[in-house]
């Protein structure tokens, strides 16, 4: 079957199997290998991605259910201006090791960033409590969404961000 | 040897961080970002399920649903007939290639593909490769395998039986499911300690099975190459040198026609230590079919059948007088290591470092012993962060010393304060053989009991008990064991555990360091930039750092045990200093003065009394590839390799303290604070040290109240998902509090110690001994992991029971 949608801001028409987990959709046939599959039971949240703008664990959805919506992955995080910063607070705060993780913990930052520029740390400890982080503890990942509620207009670079 | 004591500043706020705040990044040690992150913040890392190669295929593994039983017949015709379905292989095609069997780490064999029977609940039964994944999976359910049950041993007390069913007929002349018996210390000297001691306390302590369960899972993708008989195999190894001499090995392929290839890692905590059957079989489908093979296990089966952890039932025993000096450890432990034997330890300790169960305290005698033997349960047995079984050590020691100081009646952080090895007993040897380096235990635990307000939780504690509130208090103290070789005591199959770096410095200045360990996701590309910088003086992002590519980098056996940089770390240390010799003899040169005029200052040799003349690391690297006429014997490079071997372990130690409150109505136990005080010596990087450190704390939190791995009494996994196998969220972990001393390693390079997994093995106990001293009111003094509310609960009405 064809599905349209679109990802990144660019639209896609593919022809996909009925069955074809979104995740699968998105990693193999576009090639978007930043998200990521983790487990089977759509607890740990490495496959997160924007659907319309809300966190959707895209191993819970098909490809053909997200036709005609729009979705964001983490290759689309940084825009024009340069990284997100989410993107950049994960750095300066040592938000990630493995990186596994990552791309997930951070789109559900951005939604919740979206709805709420200046979420405590309850708040962003609820929005990512879905997802399993097993390097850092998730302190340093909280931080890193505080680093960028606290910098929503951060300079546009990967280089040294500082504190 | 001096030990050097810094104490971070102020203990109750974060890390002070000049190096973010600086205009220059540092040349050297300090907190940089990560050169790794760029990539990963933008979803450009590239692990092994990320890699397609042309014309790549995908292998699916079927699994036994039982635990023991009988194959009788195994018919793949319909899967075959599959018509995206290049090839199905069973236990008999392998036994055609010699492969149905491969060795273990531990001198053992392990079925690739069963051939007689089963003898763990996801055992691999067979291998079909298709030309997309979903047709992989599809295939497997058109395979029809007929099954006569066994009973199964699941219950490790019953594995000894007389009447147990024998798991491993295959190994001629076996008549039982025993491994091996191994032990330490001086079992009479002990004895006669124990019987004129005042006080003796006892307890069955167990640490229930466990998983790592890294967040990507395990995999490979084999490329043969049949003209050349060339093999690239792409893998999640946390020991691609290792790896590949073992394909050499087990293959038949020639060591130097293999090249493994470890990518991105997303986590790997010993998980990717081992060669699972689902690597060999990638191989074999890409053999068979002539074009590459990519397999990657789904969660259910990295849970199932890749490398459990612990899993030690421990008879504890102290002796002690009555004022509260501790004299004398022993324990006797059986050790359930699955139906093969395939833990990954050091080929003369098959218990790993337990022995180390003397812990952070000044003893008299010490005895341990630990009888291995087979179950119906999947094999491996060190994974998940332990340094070699100290994590099962600590927790034994750590939990006993509580219960000590709840039979003295004494507070535990004072009973522990009274019996450290003090500093001026350092290099301390042990009652079982092991030399600690160096510690100065008492100011990390005040350092801690400080940091925690310690004093006040006791009186809110009482306070609270009188209204019937539970609260309850943690304390752990623990000595890590790290950074093994020396190769001449240590070794893995028969490879020396040494590691290696090579260093070049190119004719810019600029440098790129190969390193034989592989990073997980721990920072190598940053903290060994780092070393490299603060030996030559030259920035860390000018340094390039290669791993993970035998063909790339140096032999050595890689990264777990928290070896990469007590033992890598020490060869990139010495191989700079070999450099920044040669540097000098070329900056003679370049300056027409003896080599014996020149000092150096950091990235620079200078005319002794006129710093004015002198030459830069990158004025003497392209001195050295120039014209300049060099030295005799100097040859024209700035390289240097050096393969480390350790004259010791080195001996990381912290203290942790945990509050708790407990819920009397349901048993919910909240994690309320965690403080943490590491020493690993040299911080390289703080930021990434204190990464690590967190990490191991939510492990810690996570095996002391949620993870197990059980079983039923047919042998069926109770833990073979994430609905199953619960895994810590942000929601059940506090925002960690940490402090550090520093005490160097006297004998390493840069006097670092290692700190992937000091938290691992530090925390569990931390959080049980708060559960437990919080259940005090209930007259409870020893409970097992993991602490679920159902467990606490039974414990609070009197029925506390050992997982297994």
Known sequence: MQV???????????????????????????????THWGCDTSNCGTCVVLVDGLPVKSCTQLAAMTSGHEVRTVEGLAGGAGLDPVQQGFMAEHGLQCGFCTPGMMLTARALLDRDPDPDEATIREAISGQICRCTGYATIVRSVRWAAEHPAAAATDQEVTA | MTAVQERSPMPQEREANPAMDAPDRPIGYGRVQRKEDPRFVRGKGRYLDDIVLPGMLHGAILRSPMAHARIVSIDTTEALAH???????????????????????????????ATDKVRFQGQEVAFVVAEDRYSARDALELIDVEYEDLPPVVDVRRALDADAPVIRDDLEGRTDNHIFDWEAGDAAETEVVFARADVVVSEEVVYPRVHPAP????????????????????????????????????????????RVVSP???????????????????????????????????RSENLMSTSFARDYIMRGEVAATREGKILAVRTKVL??????????????????????????????????????????KAPGGVAYACSFRVTEAVYLVERMVDVLAAELGMDPAELRLRNFIKPEQFPYKNKTGWEYDSGDYEPALRMAMEQIGYDELRREQAEKRGRGELMGIGVSFFTETVGAGPRKHMDIVGLGMADGAEVRVHPTGKAVVRLSVQ????????????????????????????????????????????????????????AARKVKDKARLIAAAMLETRPEDLEWEKGRWS??????????MAEIALGAHGTVELPEGVDGNLDAEVTYDPPNLTFPFGAYICVVDVDPGTGKVHVRRFVAVD??????????????????????????????????????????????????????????????????????????????????????????????????????????????????????????????
């Open chain 2, 679 to 804: 020493d690993c010596g040299t911080r390289i990087n703080p930021m990434i040290v204190e990464g690590q450190i967190h990490g191991g704390l939510a492990d810690g939190v996570g095996m002391a109240l949620m993870e197990f791995i059980g079983f039923d009494e047919q042998g069926n996994c109770l833990g073979g998902s994430f609905m199953d196998y619960l895994i810590p969220t942000a929601m059940e972990v506090p925002d960690w509090e940490t402090g550090y001393t520093v005490t160097p390693s006297p004998h390493h390079p840069i006097g670092a110690k290692g700190i992937g997994e000091s938290a691992t093995v530090g925390s569990p106990p931390a959080v049980v001994n708060a559960v437990v001293d919080a259940l005090a009111p209930f007259g409870i003094r020893h409970m097992d992991m993991p602490c679920t509310p159902a467990r606490v609960w039974e414990a609070m009405q009197g029925r506390p029971t050992p997982p297994i």
């Open chain 1, 4 to 34: 349209t949608m679109t990802v990144n801001g660019a639209e896609v028409t593919r022809d996909v199997e009925p069955r074809q987990l979104l995740v699968h959709f998105l990693r193999e046939t576009l090639g978007l290998t930043g």
């Open chain 2, 335 to 376: 050790a359930d290591h699955g139906a093969f034997n395939a833990t990954a330890q050091p080929t003369k300790y098959p218990a790993g470092f337990f022995s180390i169960f003397t812990g952070s305290y000044d003893l008299q005698a010490a005895h341990c012993s630990v009888t291995g033997v087979y179950t119906n």
């Open chain 2, 519 to 574: 990073t997980q996701g721990q920072g190598h590309e940053t903290t060994f930039a780092q070393i490299l910088a603060e030996e030559l003086g030259i920035p860390p992002e000018d340094v390039d750092v290669v791993h993970g590519d035998t063909d790339q980098t140096p032999f050595g056996l890689g990264t777990y045990g928290s070896r990469s940089t007590p033992v890598s770390g020490g060869a990139v240390a010495l």
């Open chain 2, 215 to 258: 967040m990507e899972t395990c995999g490979a993708i084999a490329d043969y190459e049949p003209v050349e008989g060339r093999l690239t195999l792409y893998e999640t190894s946390q020991a691609p040198h290792a790896h590949r001499t073992l394909f050499a090995m087990v293959a038949g392929i020639p060591e130097h026609k293999i």
């Open chain 2, 83 to 113: 018509p995206k379905v290049h090839a199905v292989v069973t236990g008999k095609d392998l036994e055609g290639l010699n492969l149905a069997w491969a060795p273990t780490l531990s001198a053992d064999v392990q079925a690739v593909l």
């Open chain 2, 264 to 298: 991105d890692i997303g986590g790997g905590f010993g998980n990717k230590v081992g060669i699972y059957p689902g690597y060999i079989l990638a191989v074999v489908g890409s053999i068979v079919t002539g074009k590459p093979v990519k397999w990657v296990e789904d």
């Open chain 2, 607 to 616: 005319v002794k009394g006129d710093p004015s003349a002198g030459k830069t």
